[in-house]
């Protein structure tokens, strides 16, 4: 049986770099056709583009690791499965859990692999960790009944480009107006000023659309955007981030997106494992209808609806519309779900 672990765990192994490195060439090669007239007018439009492009790998691997354990597990099973292997193995005596096992062990290292990738080489290649950085990109804040989104912070010019504000009602729940705002910016303890304004508001059940050039808000409207930044909570380890948490309860201030960031993280290394329980029996159930040139789409997009699924469930638990747990883990739980029923159907 060891033999025959081992040559399951060889067989994903091989097929998950190979997708990994597949998908990898695949952005960086969209990523630089279309990027020509700029990266090579100069040699130092070239190293900019080198080091942007080496800055965001950690970033990409973070959304690539779920989709190539699925891709890996559907190819490594779908492979075994048109050989026959899978039958040989049963015949050997190894069940159904015995062939999974070994890509089980192999998806648990992948799943630490892409922790360390997430809070500590991020944050070294994106420079998040000095104490105070110059600029913070693509922040979440909520004040109030207020959802606002931070294109990029630059507190030494006093300034937010590309922001959007969401203003919601309870009774009844909706969406009461939506802000685009090109440029925020503030003087001392002076009133907010923000250029370049478009708003949609929800009137007499229909939108209307009204644009400003400038418009000066209240200091209390918004928070503090200029304060000293820290970490962004998605990076940090999972021990300093639950010490985060503790220290904001005892100021009695919002932890809500920090216990958002510390369910993610559990949520995150149980993922590769959920995928590979769906990807194994979905793999055999694709394979016996006759359709197995299919597999390779079929995980694809099983690992696009993984994923979107993820973002849309986290956005709404930052915003506070969900409850942490809820946000973090439906996702998992629902495809794990689907896992069992495609289980049955296989046996």
Known sequence: MRILSWYIARTFLKYWILCVFALLAFIVVANLLGNLDNIFTGWNQFVKYLTELVRSMPGVLDILFPMTVLLATVLTFTQLGRTSELIAMRSAGMGTLGQIAPVLAIAACISFLDYANQNYLHPI?????????????HQWLTKDNQLIYLGQVSPEAGEVSQARIMHWEKRPFRIRRLENIERISRNSDGPWLLSGLSSREFVENSWVLKR????????????????????????????????????????????????????????????????????????????????????????????????????????????????????????????????????????
């Open 125 to 137: 290649l994106s420079g998040q960790q000095k104490d105070n950085p110059e600029q913070s990109q």
């Open 212 to 347: 400003s050039n400038e418009e000066n808000r209240t200091a209390e409207s918004f928070p503090n955007l200029f304060l000293p930044l820290e970490r962004d909570s998605h990076h940090m380890p999972f021990f300093e981030l639950s010490n985060r948490i503790r220290q904001l309860e005892s100021q009695d201030r919002r932890t809500n997106m920090y216990m958002v960031s510390w369910y993610q993280k559990m949520a995150a290394l149980c993922a590769p494992l959920v995928l590979v329980f769906f990807g194994a029996p979905l793999s055999q159930a694709h394979h016996r209808k006759g359709r197995a040139s299919g597999e390779l789409m079929v995980s694809i997009l099983g690992g696009l609806l993984f994923l979107i699924a993820t973002e849309i469930m986290l956005t709404l638990g930052r915003g506070g519309f969900l409850a942490p747990f809820v946000a973090t883990w439906s996702v998992n739980l629902a495809f794990l779900a689907m896992s069992g029923v495609l289980f049955m159907r296989v046996r």
